[in-house]
């Protein structure tokens, strides 16, 4: 079946503009996780949805950031006002549930690259 | 909090050359433990897991770890390497969200 997809693969904008970055999870998979992978920082954690909703949005790095789930699908990853170091390949993974012995699958992740 | 180390940073082997690569976590109660892979260009994917009972662990493409508690240590081993499994591996502790914290990843380039 189809894996878990992400739109844009590819993003380049300029400072100070806001982008969206899209996740759609397997189909049936109730958790869906973000991620940030950067050369310094290595795989972060952002945030976590089961179904719509996000119980803890620590992870984000700042409140220029922001997620939504609808539908308990598709995700989307907001950033608000970009930063070069927003610069990073962001990467959404979903489970079926956010269980202890369930596995996270990947999507292919979008690279941004902010000018 | 949580944390996960890789020591190796990168690792150059020759073909069938046998592989081990040390991961180390901070959390000393029940843990879930992981490996996966990225091969260049792919998106990461599961190589093998730990939860419970047999601490050896057999993954996909005959790799293989070894959860030892007293050492906070789930290392993982392939006892021949092939130019194929070039890639950077991660290791991963599951957190208190459900989330992976990684570790920084060690990159495997294998010779021909």
């Known amino acids: 079946g189809a894996g878990v997809s992400q739109s844009p693969s590819n993003k380049v904008t300029e400072k100070g503009k806001d982008v969206e970055l899209r996740c759609d999870p397997i189909?049936?998979?109730?958790?869906l996780y973000w991620y940030r992978q950067s050369l310094g920082q290595g795989l972060e954690f952002l945030i976590y949805?089961?179904?719509?909703?996000?119980?803890?949005k620590s992870g984000l790095p700042s409140d220029r950031f922001s997620a939504e789930r609808t539908g308990g699908s598709v995700s989307t990853l907001t950033i608000q006002r970009t930063q070069q170091e927003d610069s990073a390949v962001y990467l959404c993974?979903?489970?079926?549930?956010?269980?202890?012995?369930?596995?996270?699958?990947f999507g292919p992740g979008t690279r941004l690259t902010v000018l | 909090a949580q944390s996960v180390s890789q020591h190796n940073h990168h690792v150059i082997l020759s073909e069938a050359a046998s592989l081990e690569l040390g991961c180390n976590y901070s959390?000393?109660?029940?843990?879930?433990l992981f490996w996966y892979v990225q091969y260049p260009g792919q998106h990461l994917q599961l190589l093998l897991k730990?939860?419970?009972?047999?601490?050896l662990v057999k993954g996909i493409k005959g790799f293989e770890a070894e959860f030892i508690k007293s050492k906070f240590s789930f290392n993982l081993r392939k006892p021949s390497v092939q130019w194929s499994d070039t890639a950077e591996y991660f290791c991963?502790?599951?957190?208190?969200?459900?989330?992976?914290?990684f570790g920084k990843g060690t990159k495997l380039s294998v010779k021909p």
């Open positions: 189909s049936g998979h109730t958790a």
């Open positions: 730990y939860f419970s009972g047999d601490p």
């Open positions: 993974a979903s489970s079926l549930d956010p269980g202890r012995t369930d596995t996270q699958y």
């Open positions: 991963a502790v599951k957190g208190s969200q459900g989330n992976l914290i």
């Open positions: 949805f089961q179904g719509n909703s996000a119980p803890d």
């Open positions: 959390y000393g109660g029940t843990v879930n």
